[in-house]
């Protein structure tokens, strides 16, 4: 289960750095195309923030705590969505919210 957990990390680090350095490009060449994909929760922001925070909750609670695998995989999937439900609500939503503002 490690190396699932380190992959989560892994990938979502990897993400993170490919949009800051190609965010524009990407953002150009994929414009519309996913646009049948209209609910709010599934940005990207949050669904890989989701699967990065299991990575790194499944590291931490396997690593340093005594608790089963099953136990350490409910317990990352619990924070996970707790930290996608926390950057939908403390980030997405609110600056979709500036972007439609009319001053």
Known sequence: MT???WGCLAGGILFAAI???????????FD?????LSADFL??????????GFGGAGILLSQYTS???MAVFVLSFLLAILLAIIVYFGYVKPMKN???STS
């Open 3 to 5: 190396e699932l957990y």
């Open 98 to 100: 500036s972007e439609n």
């Open 32 to 36: 519309g195309m996913f646009d049948f």
């Open 67 to 69: 608790l089963t695998t």
């Open 43 to 52: 940005e990207p922001m949050v669904v890989i923030g989701g699967i990065t």
């Open 19 to 29: 949009t800051v350095f190609f965010g524009d490009v990407l953002s150009g060449i």
